[in-house]
């Protein structure tokens, strides 16, 4: 059947979709390369011609066409392949189109200033985030931008915040096929702990994330509906875990609620 994305921009499995009546070998191949690419980071030949199913010769052909492209970029040390700037110009030239950004960035600005933590604008791509807009603090110590960068949602604040909008059935069948990575010792690795957290952030309004993407990191979030009705988008702050007080998480999840309210405005504006 053919079956639209969810409300928090998980794209269909490709298996629930109808077969294009005349499909091209060739354009699948490399349309499959490109989703590996954005699944796994590198690709050896052998890795593309193992997926695929087709001969390694092949897989040289093809991986040559997108390297001349500038779809990919070879690594001369480890030949294998990566993304290359046409994949990531793409990729941003998509992410700058969206409204959302235009009317988060201040909001965002503001945050960055009055917290002095790094802030995020961040959307949900089934169990992952994408970062689509960002502003750095001017800390001497901070976190790092992350935009066009996307992370498991389980291991950031921003990302439990909108897993936190799925009901448990929903969330079960999101990791039906294996469980949540653990990226460091603190990180959520299995479904039952998940579904706990998740019933927590419910409750608190946002989702924290205390040195589960790296050692050392904090981070909060709150997610809120998008410009598009029924889709959601996340707001995340972002800040060495030293930098953090008794009373920390209490100052930012109540600055991030008056973004949210803020951006929430924005959008009824656009609406309107």
């Known amino acids: 059947m053919d079956t639209p994305p969810d409300r928090l921009g998980e794209l269909s499995p490709l298996a629930d979709r109808a077969t294009p009546a005349y499909p ?15 699944d796994r980071g590198t690709l050896t030949l052998a890795d593309v011609a193992a997926e695929l199913g087709i001969a390694r010769s092949s897989a040289h052909r093809l991986m040559a066409m997108l390297t001349y492209y500038d779809f990919v970029r070879q690594e001369p040390a480890t030949r294998a392949f990566g993304p290359g700037p046409a994949m990531v110009d793409v990729g941003l030239s998509a992410v700058r189109s969206l409204d959302i950004r235009v009317l988060a960035r201040p909001v965002l600005t503001e945050l ?4 002095e933590m ?16 960002g502003v750095e603090s001017r800390r001497t110590i ?27 059935e929903q969330l079960r069948q999101l990791y039906r096929d294996a469980p949540p990575q653990a990226l460091t010792p603190k990180s959520i690795s299995t479904v039952s702990a998940l579904l706990t957290e998740m019933r927590q952030a419910r409750e608190a309004g946002y989702g924290v994330n205390r040195s589960e993407s790296e050692s050392g ?10 410009t598009e009705p029924g889709m959601y988008a996340g707001i995340g702050l ?4 030293s930098a953090m007080d008794s009373d920390g998480e209490t100052r930012v999840a109540a600055r991030l609620r008056t973004a949210v309210r803020d951006i929430t405005n924005e959008i009824k504006a656009f609406r309107s």
């Open 112 to 115: 960055a200033e009055s917290t």
């Open 118 to 133: 790094t802030a995020h604008l961040a959307l949900p791509r089934g169990r992952d985030i994408l970062y689509v807009d």
């Open 24 to 38: 091209i070998a060739s354009v699948e191949n490399t349309l499959r390369i490109l989703l590996l690419l954005r």
């Open 217 to 226: 990191v904090f981070s909060m979030g709150v997610a809120f509906e998008s």
């Open 238 to 241: 972002v800040c060495p875990e």
């Open 142 to 168: 901070r976190a790092a931008l992350r935009t066009g960068d996307t992370m498991p949602a389980h291991v950031t604040g921003v990302g439990k915040a909108l897993l936190s909008r799925m009901d448990d």
